[in-house]
Each structure stands twice: as structure tokens, then as C-alpha cells.
Nanobody, 113 residues
Framework: QVQLVESGGGLVQAGGSLKLSCAGS????????MAWYRQAPGKQRELFAR???????SYLDSVKGRFTISRDNAKNTMYLQMNSLKSEDTAVYYC???????WGNGTLVTVSS
């Protein structure tokens, strides 16, 4: 059974940093294109950062230069380093493969201005 567990969210002031983690079981991250998604209040869930099985990364312009996606294949864990956070980054953050399958609970990030 595949399970993804996100952690590391919280309340942070604008300009601050957070690091999210995604632990997977029943899935081998290293052979998948994995991604971080987020859903802001009243908005649709969006994919904003992805990492291929080969380690290539891509980002939406809204987070490029501020967020960094990475993966530790030995730990089957994915990370998201978020710097220079803005109020518009407030959302529930999810990890999943591309395309996504069943969702975990996500982790809430709240950025206060």
C-alpha cells in the first residue's frame, strides 16, 4: 500500500524559511518523477516543483529561485526548502508522484505578513 506523509509545515513570518519533508512507503521515489503540490484557500491544487528520476528539477515561476526540491533516495524521502516566504505561499502542501495518485493529508504552511 502506497503512503505519503508530509511534515514540516507551520506558521512563519514573511521572509522566513521552512523545510518540508515527504516520507514514502510502498513507492520507490528514485524511479519516479516526484513533485510538490499545494492548494491555497479557495484555489485549485497546483504542481509547483518537480524532480525527475534523473534528478532534474523544474519550478513554477512563482517559486523559482526561492524554493528547492531535493530527494534522498536511500531514505525514500523528498524535501522542499522554502526561503523568502510570502503570504501568497500560504497553502496546504502535498507530495505525490507525477501524475498524482491518492493524496496524503498534506502539511499546512501559513505565512504571516
Amino acid at each position: 500500500q502506497v503512503q505519503l506523509v508530509e511534515s514540516g509545515g507551520g506558521l512563519v513570518q514573511a521572509g522566513g524559511s521552512l523545510k518540508l519533508s515527504c516520507a514514502g512507503s510502498g513507492i520507490i521515489f528514485s524511479i519516479k518523477t516526484m513533485a510538490w503540490y499545494r492548494q491555497a484557500p479557495g484555489k485549485q491544487r497546483e504542481l509547483f516543483a518537480r524532480i525527475s528520476s534523473g534528478g532534474s528539477t523544474s519550478y513554477l515561476d512563482s517559486v523559482k529561485g526561492r524554493f528547492t526540491i531535493s530527494r534522498d533516495n536511500a531514505k525514500n524521502t523528498m524535501y522542499l526548502q522554502m526561503n523568502s516566504l510570502k503570504s501568497e505561499d500560504t497553502a496546504v502542501y502535498y507530495c505525490n508522484q507525477v501524475p498524482p495518485f491518492s493524496w496524503g493529508n498534506g502539511t499546512l504552511v501559513t505565512v504571516s505578513s
